[in-house]
């Protein structure tokens, strides 16, 4: 992890995140902390995950979520050598 990313104002946000409790809640939250264009990349990075985990090529995922070549690498880059948050969370959800 990265220890600049360990401040209490992250440990902050992630126990207010943490404290959702439905879908519902998280779009409230979402959409007055971020705006449309932030929420949209992230849910894009996560789907291009999920689509890299799935086997699909760039070129499939490029097409299917608009992302870019660098993005798909970046999200590439994260699933091999980062801290396996992707994973984790894909395990939970049942992918």
Do not use: P, W
């Not at 990265?2 to 409790?21: G, P």
């Not at 999920?50 to 097409?63: P, Q, R, V």
Request: charged residues 30%; glycine residues 4%.
């Amino acid at each position: 992890m990265n220890k600049k990313l360990r401040t209490d104002a992250v440990d902050h946000l992630f126990d207010a995140i943490l404290c959702l409790k439905d879908k519902e809640e998280c779009y409230s939250f979402f959409e007055d902390l971020c705006t449309v264009n932030e929420l949209l990349s992230l849910s894009q990075r996560f789907e291009v995950a999920s689509m890299l985990k799935s086997h699909k090529t760039y070129l499939e995922i490029a097409e299917k979520t608009g992302a870019s070549t660098a993005t798909i690498s970046r999200v590439n880059r994260s699933l091999n050598y980062g801290n396996d948050g992707y994973e984790l969370v894909m395990e939970r959800l049942g992918e």
